[in-house]
């Protein structure tokens, strides 16, 4: 079992910053990918970024050079900076633990909402 819990959400204006943490408890395996997803009202939920043990990342074109994944494996905590906002980035952020070769290892935290507003 993995629990996650999601921090640094907010309100911000446009052009702000915002860094997102999501701290895992238990074991976090070689084989697990850590990420971040959004959802936006009216909208699916989205893949943002994911992260590996080995800091092996991949980020969405539309946040690409705005956003950066990153992680503290000792810590089992990753990160989310979020730089020059636009109010098309306004979604609850959710945290997400899988494993490449276990469908069945899939964990997400609450979410934490990112609002960007002037």
């Known amino acids: 079992q993995v629990q996650l819990v999601e921090s640094g959400g907010g309100l911000v204006q446009p052009g702000g910053s915002l860094r997102l943490s999501c701290a895992a408890s238990g074991t976090i395996f070689s084989t697990d990918i850590m990420g971040w997803y959004r959802q936006a009202p009216g909208k699916q939920r989205e893949l943002v970024a994911t992260i590996t043990p080995f800091g092996t990342t991949t980020i969405v074109d539309s946040v690409k050079g705005r956003f950066t994944i990153s992680g503290d494996s000792p810590k089992n905590t990753i990160y989310l900076q979020m730089n020059s906002l636009k109010p098309e980035d306004t979604a609850v952020y959710y945290c997400?633990?899988?494993?490449?070769?276990?469908?069945?290892?899939?964990?997400w935290g609450q979410g934490t909402q990112v609002t960007v507003s002037s």
């Open positions: 997400n633990v899988r494993n490449l070769l276990d469908s069945g290892r899939n964990y």
